[in-house]
T-cell receptor
Framework: AQKITQTQPGMFVQEKEAVTLDCTYDTSDPSYGLFWYKQPSSGEMIFLIYQGSYDQQNATEGRYSLNFQKARKSANLVISASQLGDSAMYFC?????????????FGKGTLLTVNP | DAGITQSPRHKVTETGTPVTLRCHQTENHRYMYWYRQDPGHGLRLIHYSYGVKDTDKGEVSDGYSVSRSKTEDFLLTLESATSSQTSVYFC?????????????FGPGTRLTVT
């Protein structure tokens, strides 16, 4: 069984500072992938970044980077230069291998508040 | 973004009535999913489909059924709605091609069972 743990129910950050949102995972599949999604107060789910378990380098997408530490089973999201529009709920999710290749397991989320 | 619509967007129904939620996609994606989102639980997979008429259960499938008669439509039915099924329901799709694991989400349906 796969499990995603997000231990920070809420985080606060000052505008223009960097922030790290934690995510740890558990799986017995050798092949898996990790995702981060953003859910603003309007409710839609927005894909941010993806990291495959065999990817050699950490994924980056603009101001988002994924700090992937395989041995520690962590996949933290780093947001650089926070903006007010980054205030949202953030979900970490994982896909498994084999028959679970296309199903996602989500964490409970972290609510990020960016202060001016 | 994938064109995914959900209908209705909001619904209030009474306990014991059947309810059907519809998800429609225009991207010809192979995979479709239904999730529910509840405070403190994140998103949980109810059912998913890996092709027309091919469906399987997710983590929280009890009390729900699905059907997919066309590539573009995925229906979620609450056979006899209960108050515990009050939730926000999201449909998602994915292409299923090599390394194309990203799921695209619809806008959600807010269901209230009274």
């Amino acid at each position: 069984a796969q499990k995603i743990t997000q231990t920070q129910p809420g985080m606060f950050v000052q505008e223009k500072e960097a922030v790290t949102l934690d995510c740890t995972y558990d799986t017995s599949d050798p092949s898996y992938g990790l995702f981060w999604y953003k859910q603003p107060s309007s409710g839609e789910m927005i894909f941010l970044i993806y990291q495959g378990s065999y990817d050699q380098q950490n994924a980056t997408e603009g101001r988002y980077s994924l700090n992937f530490q395989k041995a520690r089973k962590s996949a933290n999201l780093v947001i650089s230069a926070s903006q007010l529009g980054d205030s949202a709920m953030y979900f970490c999710a994982m896909r498994g291998g084999g028959g679970s290749n296309y199903k996602l397991t989500f964490g409970k989320g972290t609510l990020l508040t960016v202060n001016p | 973004d994938a064109g995914i619509t959900q209908s209705p967007r909001h619904k209030v129904t009474e306990t014991g009535t059947p309810v059907t939620l519809r998800c429609h996609q225009t991207e010809n994606h192979r995979y479709m999913y239904w999730y529910r989102q509840d405070p403190g639980h994140g998103l949980r997979l109810i059912h998913y489909s890996y092709g027309v008429k091919d469906t399987d259960k997710g983590e929280v499938s009890d009390g729900y059924s699905v059907s997919r008669s066309k590539t573009e439509d995925f229906l979620l039915t609450l056979e006899s709605a209960t108050s515990s099924q009050t939730s926000v329901y999201f449909c998602a799709t994915s292409d299923g091609g090599t390394a194309a694991y990203e799921q695209y989400f619809g806008p959600g349906t807010r269901l209230t069972v009274t």
